[in-house]
C-alpha cells in the first residue's frame, strides 16, 4: 500500500502543472478567505485568482496582463510562474513619462517576481491584452531609479514574452 501511495504522489508532481492565466472558478465557501488575501494583495478577486493586473487607480486603458505559460529557466522550460503584481502611482506616473518621452502609449505597468526561481537566462510570457503579432512592443525594467531595456523575445496575438533578469516594475510600451 505504501508503494502505491508514493508512486502516487510521484506520479502527482512529475505530471503536474501550475496553471495561472485562466479566471479560476473559487467555491463559494472559500470566498471570505480569499477576498481577505485579494485585499490584502491590493487586486480584486479575479486579478488574485488569476494572478493578473487588469485595473489600477487613475490609470485609464491599461491592458490587462497576467502570467502566461510557464518560464523558461537555466534554457529550458520549467513549471516556474511569475508573480504580477500592482504598482502604487509613482510607479504609474513615472512609466507614463517613460512613454510619452519614447513617443509612444504606455500598455501597463505591473510588478513582476518569482519567489525561489533561479532566474539564469529566464524568459517569461505575459498575456498582455490587444497585442497583436507584428507589433512593435518595448519593455523597460526600473533599476535603480533609471528605466532599462529589456529583450523582448516574441510578440503574438495578447502575448508578449521577454527576458526576465529579476524582480522588478516593468513597463509595456507600443
Not at 508514493?6 to 467555491?27: G, Y
Request: with cysteine; glycine share 6%.
Amino acid at each position: 500500500m505504501k508503494k502505491i501511495l508514493a508512486i502516487s504522489f510521484a506520479l502527482a508532481l512529475t505530471f503536474s502543472t501550475t496553471v495561472c492565466a485562466a479566471e479560476t472558478v473559487v467555491p463559494e465557501k472559500d470566498f471570505s478567505r480569499l477576498d481577505t488575501l485579494a485585499d490584502c494583495a491590493n487586486k480584486s478577486l479575479p486579478e488574485y485568482t488569476s494572478n493578473a493586473v487588469s485595473e489600477m487607480d487613475g490609470v485609464r486603458d491599461q491592458a490587462k496582463i497576467a502570467s502566461g505559460s510557464d518560464m523558461v529557466t537555466e534554457g529550458g522550460e520549467s513549471n516556474a510562474t511569475c508573480v504580477v503584481d500592482k504598482v502604487d502611482v509613482n510607479a504609474v506616473r513615472y512609466a507614463q513619462h517613460k512613454a510619452a518621452e519614447t513617443g509612444s502609449t504606455m500598455l501597463t505597468v505591473v510588478e513582476l517576481s518569482a519567489p525561489g526561481v533561479h532566474l539564469e537566462n529566464a524568459q517569461v510570457a505575459l498575456r498582455v491584452e490587444g497585442v497583436k503579432a507584428g507589433d512593435v512592443v518595448t519593455a523597460y525594467r526600473c533599476v535603480k531609479g533609471e528605466w532599462a531595456a529589456v529583450n523582448v523575445a516574441a510578440v503574438a496575438d495578447d502575448s508578449v514574452t521577454i527576458d526576465f533578469p529579476g524582480k522588478g516594475i516593468y513597463t509595456f510600451i507600443k
